[in-house]
């Protein structure tokens, strides 16, 4: 008999509360779905079975998962509820990848930047806070003018105090902020100056109801309909200083890129194989059951559904394979170099793409019913569109991973020819 070490038990406690979580929230994911609406019931159950702290260690009270527990969960998780694992997923990528620099700091940015404010202690009790008051952290990156070209941002942070305390005002527009309704602490990246006058990125976090931030409801789409991911319009809002969690030199993204890009595109993988599984096993069920009247048996002993099953079965392997082995592999302390950016976004935009081959085979396998609206299939159709245009986008992953190859620096001008 084998025994399964510590670290196995927690990996398996935590799937199987995914799992819990999932299959509750599969339960009203068609009519949120339907109706546009935000599942604010599935919010309140992840904080209150503390997945929302899933990799504070326990010590500081969160659950103590890895990188591949979030992984592992966040393909669980999709399965019930894409939206919601989406949503979820800023929060947690944003947790662990500040438990990433609680870790291991990262090195100060180059040209004009400067390391962020918070020393080791801050971020420790900034992390401990969240697990204990579970504020959800959501993300203001994207904006109409710049798109995913986050190192750009329209939106400007002016220096300026208030009452004799030094602090900044903030002004601009952001696409796509995922459960809006339930964020309470607002990352947002703008344009602003450094101490010295230079203009740099900045970094803030802002508790939601500062006034001067205002949620528009523009969110209705045809994919990720319950996420909720409304515009953001900040006027005028005055932050003190240390809402500026970190400077930057204009452009440059890539300052701590592993250790975010690690946890963001890893859950993004992996919601998107949860959704792709969700596909294939709906599909599994009913090709078991479909059997139309001329025959003897069900359609699964038909090749062509067999061949459709089969490519699946590839394809998800493959999927998991990569995401759980980039995820094992940081863990042991690698993947830490700037050139290793291309690996670490490889498994993202492999699964993301994959994703979309399965739910086309899913599809095939059901045939013409999958295009009902009642019929589960067409939501992980649209739900399995738009993991490709998440960071990094297929054209800016596949110019890195190409170029890392080639052995062209990223940065290296002119960009073409
Ligand atoms: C469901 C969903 C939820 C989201 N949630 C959030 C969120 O919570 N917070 C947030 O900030 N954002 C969020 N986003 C936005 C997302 O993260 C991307 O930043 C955004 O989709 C990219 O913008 P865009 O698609 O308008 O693409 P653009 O950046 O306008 O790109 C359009 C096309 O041009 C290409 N392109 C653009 N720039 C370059 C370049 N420099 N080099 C090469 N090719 C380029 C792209 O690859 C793409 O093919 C969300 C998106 C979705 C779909």
Redesign the pocket.
């Known amino acids: 008999m084998t025994t399964m070490s510590s670290t196995q038990e927690r990996t398996a406690r935590l799937v199987a509360l995914a799992g819990e979580l999932a299959d509750e929230f599969a339960t009203r994911a068609d009519e949120h779905d339907q109706q546009n609406t935000f599942p604010f019931e599935n919010f309140e159950r992840l904080k209150a079975s503390g997945y929302t702290s899933l990799p504070i260690p326990e010590e500081l009270g969160g659950l103590g998962g890895t990188l591949l527990d979030f992984v592992m969960c966040q393909e669980r998780l999709a399965q019930g509820c894409a939206s919601t694992a989406?949503s979820i997923n800023?929060h947690i990528f944003a947790t662990g990848s500040l438990m990433e620099n609680l870790l291991n700091p990262p090195p100060p940015p180059a040209n004009g930047g400067q390391p962020p404010a918070n020393p080791v202690e801050g971020l420790k009790l900034m992390v401990a806070m969240l697990a204990q008051t579970k504020f959800l952290i959501?993300?203001?990156?994207?904006e109409?003018e710049?798109?995913?070209?986050?190192g750009f941002p329209m939106t400007k942070a002016v220096r300026q105090a208030h009452n004799g305390a030094p602090g900044f005002v903030i002004n601009g527009r952001?696409?796509?902020?995922?459960?809006a309704p339930v964020i309470d602490l607002v990352a947002v990246n703008t344009t602003t100056t450094n101490a010295d006058g230079e203009q740099v990125i900045g970094m803030f976090v802002i508790p939601r109801n500062t006034p001067g931030i205002e949620i528009v409801e523009t969110w209705d789409?045809m994919?990720?309909r319950a996420?909720a991911?409304h515009d953001m319009v900040i006027k005028d809002c005055w932050v003190p200083e240390q809402a500026c969690v970190g400077l930057r030199a204009p452009g440059d993204a890539d300052v701590g890129a592993n250790g975010l890009l690690v946890w963001f595109g890893g859950g993004i993988g992996a919601i998107y194989t949860g959704i792709a599984t969700a596909a294939r096993n709906f599909a599994i069920d009913w090709a078991k059951s479909r059997k139309p009247i001329l025959f003897e048996r069900p359609i699964s002993h038909f090749p062509g559904v067999q061949f459709h099953v089969a490519e699946m079965e590839i394809e998800l392997a493959a999927m998991r394979a990569l995401l759980h082995s980039t995820a094992r592999e940081w863990m042991a302390g690698g993947l830490r170099e700037r050139s290793d950016l291309a690996r670490i976004v490889m498994a993202k935009t492999y699964a993301t793409n994959a994703a979309v081959r399965v739910v086309d085979q899913a599809m095939a396998v059901v045939g013409a019913p999958s295009i009902f609206r009642s019929n589960r299939m067409q939501r992980y159709y649209r739900d399995v569109r738009?993991g490709a245009?998440?960071?990094m986008?297929?054209?800016?992953a596949k110019?890195l991973i190409g170029k890392t190859a080639l052995g062209i620096a990223p940065d290296f001008l002119p960009r073409w020819g």
């Open positions: 989406l800023m959501g993300g203001g990156f994207t109409a710049i798109g995913g070209n986050w952001k696409q796509f902020t995922t459960m789409t994919s990720m996420t991911s738009p245009f998440q960071p986008t297929n054209d800016v110019e």
